[in-house]
């Protein structure tokens, strides 16, 4: 009588399973994540130049795209120019709007003054959409520790059909200062529990330090859960729980693990947005040339 054991030897055996085992592994192979290169405007907001200025000099240093913050649109567009024109201008350059920076205040525990963020964002993001913009960062602003995540979490998921309405899409930020919600781990919780296939999650290196996540973390997402991810470098000169916004500096000028990043990332397949996100005083004082042409270099450096 033939035994399960013998039976599964066998076939072990057979051309059919010796020929099946490649095209298994390759079928299980994963392609390593594509980049793209992305400036953030917070990087030369020292020099004081318009977005045209930046756009322009985005461009110029080979940027794929560009990251503006909400203020600066609307300046732009309070100026008497439009967005139609904005818009225009960024494409023939050869730029992506990949995603702006706001704060509305969506997360509050306040219910007043969640609404008044949720109406905020609705606005933005109808702002966002004609400029083809299709992601916003949505932080944490407004809110306050405790934090119950699993409620963020509904409320996340109710920024996310807002995001499909609209048709910008809301990033999920912590930062690694702010008192409610500071941590990886609390944003991978809102995530989960907003239970949501478009649910994405904005990360920086900055913030993964300064908050305590540290970077092993990140492994446990993969490419479909980021879209962006914001980069600089801290220094390691600085105590952890001391260091601010400015001393952030450039990728691989202070002690992040940005080889172990890189790899990270490179894992993860897709493709990944990366970011260059400073507000560095030293680099203010610098021609705005000069700093978005060494922040490009410096991030081609670990993802060429």
Same mark, same amino acid.
């Given at each position: +009588?033939?035994?399960?054991?013998?039976?599964?030897? #066998?076939?072990?055996?057979?051309?059919?399973?010796?020929?099946? $085992?490649?095209?298994?592994?390759?079928?299980? !192979?994963?392609?390593?994540? #594509?980049?793209?290169?992305?400036?953030?405007?917070?990087?030369? %907001?020292?020099?004081?130049?318009?977005?045209? &200025?930046?756009? !322009?000099? /985005?461009?110029?240093?080979?940027?794929?795209?560009?990251?503006?913050?909400? +203020?600066?649109?609307?300046?732009?567009?309070?100026? =008497?120019? #439009? *967005?139609?024109?904005?818009?225009?201008?960024?494409?023939?350059?050869?730029? !992506?709007?990949?995603?702006?920076?706001?704060?509305?205040?969506?997360?509050?525990?306040?219910?007043?003054?969640?609404?008044?963020?949720?109406?905020?964002?609705?606005? !933005?993001?109808?702002?966002?959409?004609?400029?083809?913009?299709?992601? $916003?960062?949505?932080?944490?602003?407004?809110?306050?520790?405790?934090?119950?995540?699993?409620?963020?979490?509904?409320?996340?998921?109710?920024?996310?059909? *807002?995001?499909?309405? #609209?048709?910008?899409?809301? &990033? *999920?930020?912590?930062?690694?200062?702010?008192?409610?919600?500071?941590?990886?781990?609390?944003?991978?919780? $809102?995530?989960?529990?907003?239970?949501?296939?478009?649910?994405?999650?904005?990360?920086?290196?900055?913030?993964?330090? %300064?908050?305590?996540?540290?970077?092993?973390?990140?492994?446990?997402?993969?490419?479909?859960?980021?879209?962006?991810?914001?980069?600089?470098?801290?220094?390691?000169?600085?105590? %952890?729980?001391?260091?601010?916004?400015?001393?952030? $500096?450039?990728?691989?000028?202070?002690? /992040?693990?940005? &080889?172990?990043?890189?790899?990270?990332?490179?894992?993860?397949?897709?493709?990944?947005?990366?970011?260059?996100?400073?507000?560095?005083?030293?680099?203010?004082?610098?021609?705005?040339?000069?700093?978005?042409?060494?922040?490009?270099?410096?991030?081609? %450096?670990?993802? =060429?």
């Amino acid at each position: +009588m033939t035994t399960r054991r013998n039976l599964l030897k #066998t076939l072990a055996l057979t051309p059919i399973a010796l020929s099946a $085992v490649p095209a298994l592994a390759q079928a299980e !192979e994963k392609k390593e994540s #594509t980049f793209k290169f992305s400036l953030n405007t917070s990087t030369i %907001r020292g020099q004081k130049l318009s977005l045209p &200025q930046i756009i !322009e000099l /985005a461009a110029k240093a080979g940027y794929d795209g560009f990251e503006p913050w909400m +203020m600066e649109i609307q300046a732009y567009v309070e100026g =008497g120019k #439009t *967005l139609a024109s904005l818009k225009k201008m960024a494409s023939d350059a050869g730029l !992506e709007f990949f995603d702006c920076i706001g704060f509305p205040t969506w997360m509050a525990q306040d219910e007043a003054k969640s609404k008044a963020g949720f109406a905020q964002m609705e606005k !933005e993001m109808g702002i966002l959409a004609e400029l083809g913009c299709p992601r $916003v960062a949505a932080p944490a602003i407004g809110s306050e520790a405790p934090l119950d995540l699993l409620k963020t979490g509904e409320k996340y998921k109710q920024l996310l059909d *807002l995001g499909r309405k #609209t048709g910008v899409m809301p &990033q *999920l930020e912590f930062w690694g200062a702010f008192p409610s919600f500071y941590h990886l781990g609390q944003a991978m919780a $809102v995530a989960a529990a907003a239970d949501d296939k478009d649910a994405k999650i904005l990360a920086d290196i900055y913030h993964l330090f %300064r908050g305590g996540s540290g970077f092993e973390g990140m492994k446990m997402l993969d490419g479909h859960a980021i879209d962006i991810f914001h980069m600089n470098d801290f220094p390691a000169s600085i105590p %952890r729980t001391e260091q601010q916004d400015k001393d952030r $500096v450039m990728p691989g000028d202070g002690a /992040a693990p940005m &080889q172990e990043i890189a790899n990270t990332l490179k894992s993860k397949g897709g493709q990944i947005i990366l970011s260059l996100e400073l507000f560095n005083p030293t680099y203010y004082a610098m021609d705005a040339e000069v700093v978005v042409k060494e922040g490009i270099g410096k991030m081609r %450096r670990f993802f =060429g």
